[in-house]
């Protein structure tokens, strides 16, 4: 399996603008992790799914911020409308509570918002 | 509110120095994970402790878990610049098995 695999890598984009982060999990793992990575704030999650549902979005900063997983192979992260503030590593990951494993986390998309 | 309590933050040591890590929760936890993140990389498993008491060892680096699973440590003997990095706790809960709850991590800087 060639891991987590998050697009794009890098995103630098003007304020206002819509900005969609890309992830695929591992296959058959059964959760799905979206992280925000900061100086300021360290790593916090923002929401994670389980089968595809929504389990606890507490984490989403405010509505700006939306996380859609149709299928168990594809989630998205969507930033509307972008803020410097929103300028942060985003890293997704997956895991599987069946074997109580570890967490596997992709390269991450290191986001600028100009 | 944080979870996951750790300190210290920042830590800088000559290398051939020891270094520890320590990780404090509120509640007790069903296991504790390890992660490292190398400058400019990602989180990267490195340990699970499950047992109340367990001490694991990998080389350099010696885990432990708490007596009463609330706490953990990392310590790393003769530090290397290889070890350069930021060391995370990860702690699981009984009632939400599937969900990790990360301390804020020590950035470790190593001086040659």
């Known amino acids: 399996d060639a891991g987590v695999i998050q697009s794009p890598r890098h995103e630098v984009t003007e304020m206002g603008q819509e900005v969609t982060l890309r992830c695929k999990p591992i296959s058959g793992h059964d959760y799905l992790f979206w992280y925000r990575q900061t100086m300021m704030r360290g790593l916090e999650l923002l929401i994670y799914f389980n089968n595809n549902v929504p389990i606890d979005d507490s984490g989403m900063p405010e509505d700006r911020f939306s996380a859609k997983m149709p299928n168990a192979s594809f989630s998205t992260l969507k930033i509307q409308p972008s803020e410097p503030r929103d300028s942060a590593v985003y890293f997704c990951?997956?895991?599987?509570?069946?074997?109580?494993?570890?967490?596997?986390f992709g390269q991450g998309t290191r986001l600028t918002v100009v | 509110g944080q979870q996951v309590m750790q300190i210290p933050q920042y830590q800088h040591v000559q290398e051939g120095e020891d270094f520890t890590t320590y990780c404090n929760s509120s509640?007790?936890?069903?296991?504790i994970q390890w992660y490292k993140q190398r400058p400019g990389g990602h989180p990267v498993f490195l340990i699970q402790l499950v047992k109340s008491g367990e001490v694991k060892k990998q080389k350099r680096l010696t885990f432990q878990f708490g007596e009463a699973k609330k706490n953990s440590s990392l310590h790393i003997t003769a530090t290397q610049t290889t070890d350069v990095g930021t060391y995370f706790c990860a702690g699981r809960r009984g009632s939400t098995l599937g969900r990790l709850y990360f301390g804020r991590g020590t950035q470790l800087t190593v001086w040659p």
């Open positions: 990951a997956s895991n599987t509570r069946r074997l109580n494993t570890e967490a596997f």
């Open positions: 509640t007790t936890l069903s296991n």
